[in-house]
């Protein structure tokens, strides 16, 4: 492997939606869920993104879990570490965010590293260091409810520097209007004053394509997809890496197998209740409620009953915040997990995923630990090829992600 690029993610839609972004930027990308075992065999690439499921664990283990990620690329030999979170940065004041980060920029000898979760095209951009939704900050966006990671402050300097001892300031965007080389030059001036996290805004693509420059000599970077995006093309600007294709579409990946599907979501975000409302009226479906005896065991009936009809079943537990049971997330999470493995197990040949916590529960309860990954649906959301056993494609869908017909689509598309 020869890649000069390795990112750390927090969920497995992060990496999914990193790892299109970097294919889309040119580079050959490969995606692992986990941390890879000592006899993991990866092929030559550019960029490998190791998928983990650390956004919602005690900040001990997802220190720990993150650097053995990183000990592992840097066992492969990739020297620069991008490490990605929600673009809405999703986290809480314990972290995972800045402890994270802290561990791993401590770990490559860093001083200082970018914290840039702006991702234009989805709507997420930050100014004067706060991060807006749209037209809204994000504490007035429907984040402000996430039942795991509620998000009402949208200061980023305010929530890292609850999550770090380190100081934070920001990068303005009228400093980043005026281009990379005065970028690199605040930067250096705040790495000399002993600032470690430098917060920067970006409204638009080419904010984010004037900090990829001027990070590039940065040994770790932090953001979302929109970031990895521009570093990653930046890397092929320079010459680093030659385009791996054309136009950005898929080299290598399978054709999408006709045959039976399944939708699952967990997610409750605003996009996927849309999402899934939509997909009601157009394949058959069941909902998972909490509180029901036998959860599993009459999903599992519903799903054996139903599964095979054209154009895909649904299993989901999204709810609004008024339908929701406390305390709840993890028992759906298994139940969907346990649906999925059914699934495969009666020969499902895709299988798409809402909602990030739903997506590592899946992906772990199938045993795939590595994938092609393929053409995107949507943006950030690519088909997923398994390698292994089970032959299956996957579709790992961020809560906020997708227009609304996404779950419809991804089981017609041919």
């Known amino acids: 492997m020869s890649a000069v690029l390795g990112c750390v993610a927090d969920d497995y839609t992060g990496g999914t939606d990193v790892a299109a972004a970097l294919r889309r930027s040119g580079l050959r990308t490969v995606l692992l869920f986990g941390i890879p075992g000592s006899g993991t065999t990866v092929p030559d690439c550019d960029a490998v993104v190791v ?102 402050d949208p200061d980023l300097i305010r ?45 638009g693509d080419r904010d984010l394509d004037v900090i990829a420059r001027a990070t590039a000599h940065l040994p770790v970077i932090t953001g979302a997809a929109g970031l990895a995006r521009a570093a990653g093309a930046w890397e092929v600007t320079r010459g680093a890496r030659t385009r791996d294709t054309a136009d950005g579409d898929e080299a290598g990946a399978p054709p999408l197998a006709a045959g039976p599907g399944v939708v699952l979501a967990g997610s409750c975000s605003a996009a996927t209740l849309e999402q899934v409302a939509l997909a009601r009226g157009r394949m058959p479906s069941y909902r998972l409620r909490a509180d029901k ?11 054996e009953a139903h599964f095979g009809e054209e154009g895909g079943v649904m299993v989901y537990s999204s709810a609004s915040p008024e339908e929701r049971s406390p305390g709840s997330a993890g028992l759906l999470e298994r139940t969907l997990a346990a649906v999925a493995s059914r699934a495969a197990g009666l020969g499902a040949r895709r299988i798409v995923v809402a909602g990030g916590e739903t997506s590592g529960a899946v992906v772990n309860a199938l045993g795939v630990t590595g994938v092609i990954v393929g053409a995107e649906v949507d943006r950030g ?19 906020n992600f997708g227009r609304p017909d996404l779950l419809v689509h991804a089981m017609e598309a041919r």
């Open 159 to 203: 929530v890292l520097g609850r999550q770090t001892p380190h100081r934070v300031a920001l990068v303005s965007h009228r400093t980043i209007e005026r281009g990379a080389d005065t970028v690199r030059a605040a930067l250096d001036e705040l790495e000399a004053q002993g600032v470690r996290y430098a917060v920067t805004d970006a409204i």
């Open 293 to 303: 005896d036998d959860l599993v065991e009459d999903a599992l009936q519903w799903l």
């Open 51 to 152: 998928a983990l499921k650390t956004r919602s664990l005690p900040a001990k283990e997802a220190v720990a879990v993150s650097l053995a990620a990183r000990s592992w690329l840097a066992g492969e030999g990739v020297r620069r570490v991008y490490v990605k979170y929600c673009s809405t940065f999703d986290s809480t004041d314990e972290g995972n965010i800045g402890p994270v980060a802290d561990a791993l920029t401590q770990a490559a000898g860093a001083r200082l590293t970018v914290v840039c979760p702006a991702a234009p095209e989805h709507g997420r951009t930050v100014y004067q260091g706060h991060l807006f939704v749209g037209d809204r900050l994000l504490s007035d966006s429907p984040m402000r409810h996430h039942p795991l990671t509620p998000m009402t």
């Open 381 to 399: 959301v690519p088909w997923l090829f398994t390698t292994g056993r089970p032959h299956l494609a996957l579709l790992l869908k961020s809560g």
